[in-house]
């Protein structure tokens, strides 16, 4: 299985700022990478597939980038909205895989 | 607007069989999309179960291989999840979920269902 692994495992953040969350797969996965948001109680999200394209209805301070085994998730200037657990997952090979999360809290 | 529901019990004993139904309302589960079986223990990351297409073609993770069963029902539009032998480590929210094509792009999610195995 490939193996993703994200950093940090958490962040404090203010509303407003510049959050960058990285994306590690342990081989290649071209550019077969997706970002899902998720808040306390509720399903995953759909935010970015395949490494940069931004999902329908999600917000453009939402964006991403990476090929190969590097990949970011940033999000512009965080709003108040935004607190929540950030997770990459891969779909290149099966079975796909998620990173461990990235828990996004109020500073 | 596609909308996914699971249903199912909310506790089952150890070494029973898990049982969850996914209802697929707002599209067709014989589109081309295959659909997906999702779990997050408590306070824990996302695993990956398995797929199904409407044509019956399953595929499952090997580490869960030998106790997964996903199985589809056209007529009602919806599929289902059997976990035999389950133990307090299959604890979990199970959520189902639909792929883009047969991407493992997961676009549309149910609101999950929480089984705890416990005697």
């Known amino acids: 299985d490939i193996q993703m692994t994200q950093s940090p495992s958490s962040l404090s953040a203010s509303v407003g700022d510049r959050v960058t969350i990285t994306c590690r797969a342990s081989q290649s996965i071209d550019n077969y990478l997706n970002w899902y948001q998720q808040k306390l109680g509720k399903a995953p999200k759909l935010l970015i597939h395949?490494?940069?394209s931004l999902q329908s209805g999600v917000p453009s301070r939402f964006s991403a980038s990476g090929s190969g085994t590097d990949f970011t998730l940033t999000i512009s200037s965080l709003q108040p909205e935004d607190f929540a657990t950030y997770y990459c997952q891969q779909s290149y090979s099966s079975p796909p895989t998620f990173g461990q999360g990235t828990k996004v809290e109020i500073k | 607007q596609v909308q996914l529901q699971e249903s199912g019990p909310g506790l089952v004993k150890p070494s029973v069989t898990l049982s969850l139904t996914c209802a697929v309302s707002g599209g067709s589960i014989s589109s081309s999309n295959w659909w997906s079986w999702v779990r997050q223990p408590p306070g824990k990351g996302l695993e990956w179960i398995g797929e199904?297409?409407?044509?019956?073609?399953?595929n499952y993770n090997p580490s869960l291989k030998s106790r997964v069963t996903i199985s589809v029902d056209k007529s009602r539009n919806q599929f289902s999840l059997e976990l035999t032998s389950v133990t307090a480590a299959d604890t979990a929210v199970y959520y189902c979920?639909?792929?883009?094509?047969?991407?493992?792009?997961?676009?549309?999610w149910g609101q999950g269902s929480l089984v705890t195995v416990s005697s």
């Open positions: 199904i297409h409407h044509s019956g073609n399953t």
């Open positions: 395949a490494a940069s």
């Open positions: 979920a639909r792929e883009v094509g047969a991407s493992s792009i997961f676009d549309y």
